[in-house]
């Protein structure tokens, strides 16, 4: 058997911890975050460094939408350039982590509330690459991706995440990777470059987000599309919000919650992002 066969033999039988790895949410904003050395991604590694060093790495990545739920199952997933317009050096970047076929299919066998499927084709979307690649530089840490299925509610994708919960004891960190507030077509970019600058909607729902979840409101958040005309502009469509949903699903009773990267962009989008444990 291969060493990187033995490897994921390992991880995958990995034995229960009496403490769950936290569990994140992160805002990763453009995919220039992914090169460079900025506030943002100073604060995802800083949280690498805070935590335990994780078994294996699972992104909810709001970059991938499937109909029905998939999970990475390769043992190379490719690093996928899903974007446009920027400059050649992020087209570049390739981030060689391995995969694990024995821990996609753990995953596989925890979830009983649907059927997860094994996907061999995608990789590594810029919502999942541009931040480990900050916090584990060494790309010696398997990663995989789980899809967000399109054709669900959002109750769906809350209670699916409760069923992975099992994985944060065996050394799992599980990021979803979104936006809270992701309205691009009211980007401000002539305020680009002004990291804090946020439209008095954006703001006062990023605070309203930041409000339930420390109050541990989760139906509201759930149910975000009744919060009214700020909520509508804040998250015009739902895949980067969703993300944040398998984070708070993954939340266990008496848990801290803490707050990073707690910062608008042009406008119209939040870097605000969630510790649970």
């Known amino acids: 058997m291969s060493a990187l066969s033995d490897f994921n033999k390992f991880t995958a ?21 992914g090169i460079q050395d900025n506030e943002f991604s100073s604060g995802w590694k800083k949280m690498a460094e805070e935590m335990p060093t994780p078994k294996a790495v699972l992104v909810v990545s709001a970059h991938w ?79 995989l991706q789980l899809s967000l299925d399109h054709s669900k509610d959002e109750k769906y994708h809350f209670e699916l995440a409760k069923e992975l919960m099992e994985l944060r004891y065996k050394g799992v960190l599980i990021i979803g990777s979104g936006n809270m507030v992701h309205n691009l077509k009211m980007l401000a970019w002539d305020k680009i470059e002004e990291p804090g600058y946020g439209y008095d909607w954006a703001l006062e729902m990023n605070d309203k987000f930041k409000k339930y979840i420390s109050e541990g409101d989760f139906n509201r958040l759930i149910n975000y599309k009744h919060l009214g005309a700020e909520a509508k502009l804040a998250i015009p469509t739902p895949e980067h919000y969703l993300p944040l949903l398998y984070t708070l699903g993954l939340k266990d009773k008496n848990e801290e919650i803490s707050f990073f990267n707690d910062k608008a962009v042009a406008g119209s989008l939040t870097m605000t992002s969630v510790k649970i444990g």
Do not use: C
Request: aromatic share 10%.
């Open 13 to 33: 039988n990995l034995p229960r911890k009496e403490q769950p790895m936290p569990v994140l949410f992160i805002g990763h904003g453009s995919p220039m975050n």
């Open 65 to 143: 939408l499937t109909y029905r739920t998939r999970i990475t199952s390769m043992e190379f997933p490719k690093t996928i350039h899903d974007f446009g317009a920027f400059p050649q050096e992020l087209f570049q970047v390739q981030y060689p982590a391995p995969g694990s076929p024995l821990i996609a299919k753990e995953t596989r066998d925890l979830v009983k509330s649907t059927a997860i499927v094994e996907d061999h084709d995608w990789g590594l979307d810029h919502g999942a690459w541009t931040l480990v690649r900050h916090m584990y530089p060494a790309a010696d840490i398997p990663v």
